[in-house]
Nanobody, 118 residues
Framework: QVQLLESGGGGVQPGGSLRLSCAAS?????????MGWYRQAPGKMRELVAT???????KFGDFVKGRFTISRDNAKNTVSLQMNSLNPEDTAVYYC???????????WGKGTLVTVSA
């Protein structure tokens, strides 16, 4: 059973930084194309934060504006998101996602809460 386990969420003050990590189990990273993060704030739809594919190509949501970086370690089956210059609008549940054309499935983690407040 494929599982995505997120870690690193929590509370931070505006302007601060957080690093989220996601570990994939029971699936080879070679079977995952895009892997990364989405987020959902209360009352809003889930939106793309950042993804990275097997070739290291990245996509970011428009709101990121250079504040976040994403990295992927295929040997460790992990993807990480470094978030800097956080603001209260970044408060949301952040979900790890792994898209596998082999399984024809987009897998999701359970989410980790990020709260940005003074």
């Amino acid at each position: 059973q494929v599982q995505l386990l997120e870690s690193g969420g929590g509370g931070v003050q505006p302007g601060g930084s957080l690093r989220l990590s996601c570990a994939a189990s029971s699936i080879r990273m070679s079977l995952i194309n895009d892997m990364g993060w989405y987020r959902q704030a209360p009352g809003k739809m889930r939106e793309l934060v950042a993804t990275i594919d097997q070739g290291g190509n990245t996509k970011f949501g428009d709101f990121v504006k250079g504040r976040f970086t994403i990295s992927r370690d295929n040997a460790k089956n992990t993807v990480s998101l470094q978030m800097n210059s956080l603001n209260p609008e970044d408060t949301a549940v952040y979900y790890c996602s792994a898209d596998s054309p082999y399984y024809n499935t987009q897998f999701w983690g359970k989410g980790t809460l990020v709260t940005v407040s003074a």
